[in-house]
């Protein structure tokens, strides 16, 4: 008899623990995908764990923003219709995927890999910030390379915007305040994402914190 | 811009769609798991890709049941406590684990590895009917392997139960009926579980179907 810890294979047991181990994904889901993959042909297993491996193996890393890529340099920092004078700084490859998806930013990103969380161990010095801060001084160095600014010279700093683009909550909030205090005396614009109520959301439903804080950066009416 | 089918890397479009490619999991989870992995260290990944891996290259099943094992001869046929003449027929290890789990049997399975599906091209050739067939021979047969039955000699073939654990649709009732077909003429003892209304159903929410012929089967009532 199986309790639900037993397995009839010990290979069937340590695959079922691996694919659980991906967020969630239950035990039972886990079991379930297991014996899916038990059932199918090897080369379609084999297909399949290709293709993850060379998430570990293959993957390149854009050496000027840090986002995932096909080549060192990657499409958005390669295409030189974007705006170079604009670099958005997000958590992750995840962030610049769900900004690209709206369709309403035209600048380039700075991908941090992560963010302060002493909580997870994770340090400023974890994160691309001194990659950052070196991009930023780069663009205004008479060497400018050209691949930082396509097309251009070098920029006067107060032409640099970088939009602190991190999540509202503590980690976010202390690792916005970390950059902003590296960067803050080399004279680029700072600037954040806008907060306040989702566009079309209803008083009643808000979160009082929200609806508070929504108050006091209370704006204009723009008829 | 990235569209839903658009990727910032090629590696990370593959992986998704091998994920995405699992059943029950969506684009979103697949990507979600994707960019998981793709933050674990590549140590983790390979850990992940070998388990998996070993489903396809690894695995052993029992000679005598079929069942996922990892020797020639699974848990359940080499367990001398277990009862070897009764023999629960089941689509798959699953189904096996299934039972395991309610504690309530003690005889041997034997693994079809499949269910006759014409829409899905599986007919009883690709499944382990002539395996079966031949196992029960062999149990009757003067030299009975004492592997099919440990500690016992040759049975007669009346003293074998084949016990049809199938699923109750179309797909599963057609198999029944094909291995009934095969093994009558052996004059072994065959059963099917029992079908009816669950154990602390209501009757208000059972399906007609199931109350239909809950009361067609209706049995004496033992107080």
Chains 1, 2 share one sequence.
Do not use: W
Not at 173 to 178: D, V
Not at 196 to 222: K, M, V
């Amino acid at each position: 008899m199986y309790s639900t810890e037993k397995y009839p294979s010990k290979i069937l047991q340590e695959a079922v623990e691996a694919i659980g181990s991906l967020p969630g994904v239950g035990s039972r889901s886990a079991l379930r995908l297991a014996l899916h993959l038990l059932g199918q042909p090897a080369e379609s297993i084999h297909h399949f764990t290709e293709a993850v491996n060379r998430l570990a193996d293959d993957v390149h890393y854009c050496h000027i923003c840090q986002m995932i890529a096909d080549a060192d340099t990657c499409s958005i920092c390669a295409d030189r219709s974007r705006d170079a004078r604009t670099i958005c700084v997000v958590e992750s490859v995840r962030d610049v995927m769900s900004i690209e998806a709206t369709g309403q930013y035209r600048g380039v990103y700075h991908v941090l890999g992560g963010i302060i969380s002493p909580i997870d161990g994770i340090g400023p010095s974890d994160l691309k910030i001194k990659e950052l801060v070196e991009r930023i001084e780069r663009m205004h160095s008479e060497d400018a390379a050209t691949e930082d600014l396509p097309g251009g010279d070098s920029l006067s700093l107060g032409e640099i915007e970088i939009i602190l683009a991190l999540s509202g909550d503590v980690e976010g909030e202390t690792t916005s305040l970390y950059i902003y205090r590296q960067i803050e005396g080399l004279g680029v614009k700072v600037s954040t994402l806008a907060r306040g109520l989702g566009f079309g959301d209803d008083l009643e439903y808000a979160d009082s914190l929200t609806l508070g804080r929504s108050l006091i950066a209370r704006q204009p009416f723009r008829p």
